[in-house]
């Protein structure tokens, strides 16, 4: 499972991106990957399609525009590597 460490670079990127993402596509779901704008989707299942097939297991940032970034409490992180 990746972890912010692994997608700092994507989340810079996103960041760099995000008043013009936000301008014209909010509440689409973007795809970075290697620092790059891969591409935006309509929904989520549409995005994680594409990753999986261009980049497998990642690191890759799948990410709703305009929504607030979740941030997941370490006990379930852990819970969910270990499952």
């Known amino acids: 499972m990746p972890t912010d ?3 700092t670079k994507e989340i810079e990127t996103y960041e760099r ?3 013009e ?3 014209n ?3 689409k779901w973007v795809l970075i990957h290697d620092q790059k704008l891969i591409a935006v989707y309509d929904s989520f299942e549409r ?3 594409e990753a999986v097939r261009q980049f497998g297991a990642g690191p890759y940032l799948i990410r709703q525009i305009g929504a ?3 941030v997941l409490p370490a006990s ?3 819970r969910l590597e270990r499952a």
């Open 21 to 23: 993402l936000e301008a």
């Open 25 to 27: 596509h909010t509440g």
């Open 17 to 19: 991106m995000k008043v």
């Open 76 to 78: 379930v992180v852990y």
């Open 5 to 7: 460490k692994d997608l």
């Open 47 to 49: 995005a994680a399609e």
């Open 68 to 70: 607030p970034r979740i």
